[in-house]
């Protein structure tokens, strides 16, 4: 039986809000496996449309940066560049490490279920609120971030007309689409949404990778810190008997050794 009854509820409560921004992207390294078909085949369709997105912005930028004759800009379309092969390469790693993630979730959450004393849970939930609030904190700023760049940023620019009277609107990230007219309606305001959705979805792959990094970190944190109250009551408290210092050594000696690992 699990010492601690509540370890699902406080699984679900430390890792919001990393967890639903990973199912979105259908790559939340869920600890049960999921042998159902309908599952699967949702974040399958997910990472397909994920996959979609990030390729729609990431193609033409390549393709513009290969076209464009003039340094200065092809210089200042390196960054963006630079950002989206960043964002790739971190869903890719959530999604083709998906197996090492889940078995440190596995550890997380065996951790949370085997906690000795409402006194360690208490320590545990200060840690991991500290994580939450972490991850919430990066999240407003990101997402407010993004949408500054990707709509206030060029809509504020307003319109600029060529001497072949060609009316020219501005997008966040430049892209060379072919023969296309990406200024007439609606092919620009498909485009603009679309790089408005892509923009969320880079965003959100790089607030997954800091969430990530949050939970285990003060998880690590909070184990830490049971360790240093456990030596702490063993060393402070009045001599005992022989057998409850060797079951107390024990313990410390266990959980010093499952917090290495």
């Known amino acids: 039986m699990p010492q601690n009854k509540r370890y699902q509820d406080d699984i679900l409560y430390i890792t919001q ?22 599952p699967q085949a949702c974040n399958f369709l997910l990472i397909c449309i ?21 340094t200065r800009i092809r210089l200042q379309t390196i960054p963006l560049l630079l950002y989206d092969i ?27 279920e085997n906690l000795i004393s409402a006194d360690t849970r208490n320590i545990m939930l200060k840690s991991a609120k500290m994580g939450k609030r972490l991850a919430t904190i990066c999240a407003i700023f990101m997402y407010s971030g993004a949408f500054a760049f990707r709509t206030i940023l060029p809509l504020s620019q307003g319109t600029t007309v060529t001497d072949q009277n060609i009316t020219i609107r501005p997008f966040a990230c430049p892209g060379y689409f072919f023969s296309l007219d990406v200024y007439v309606s609606p092919v620009y305001e498909i485009l603009f949404t679309i790089q408005c959705l892509t923009g969320i979805v880079m965003v959100s ?23 240093i109250d456990l030596m702490r009551s063993f060393v402070q408290e009045p001599s ?13 000696v266990k959980h010093q050794i499952r917090v290495r690992r």
């Not at 259908?26 to 049960?32: C, H, R, T």
């Not at 994920?50 to 003039?70: A, Q």
């Not at 792959?205 to 360790?227: N, Y």
């Not at 005992?240 to 410390?252: G, H, M, S, T, Y």
Request: glycine share 4%.
């Open 17 to 38: 809000p990393t967890r639903n921004i990973l199912l979105t992207l259908g790559a939340w390294p869920s600890i049960n496996r999921e042998r159902s078909v309908r």
């Open 50 to 70: 994920t996959y979609t997105l990030l390729s729609c912005e990431l193609i033409p930028g390549i393709l513009y940066w290969l076209m464009e004759k003039s």
């Open 86 to 112: 960043m964002s790739i390469s971190q869903y890719g790693i959530f999604i083709f490490r998906r197996d090492q993630l889940r078995r440190c979730f596995k550890y997380v959450e065996e951790d949370w």
């Open 205 to 227: 792959v790089v607030i997954s990778a800091s969430g990530l990094t949050a939970i285990f970190v003060v998880h690590a944190r909070g184990q830490l810190k049971i360790l």
């Open 240 to 252: 005992q008997e022989e057998r409850k210092v060797d079951k107390k050594l024990a313990q410390i």
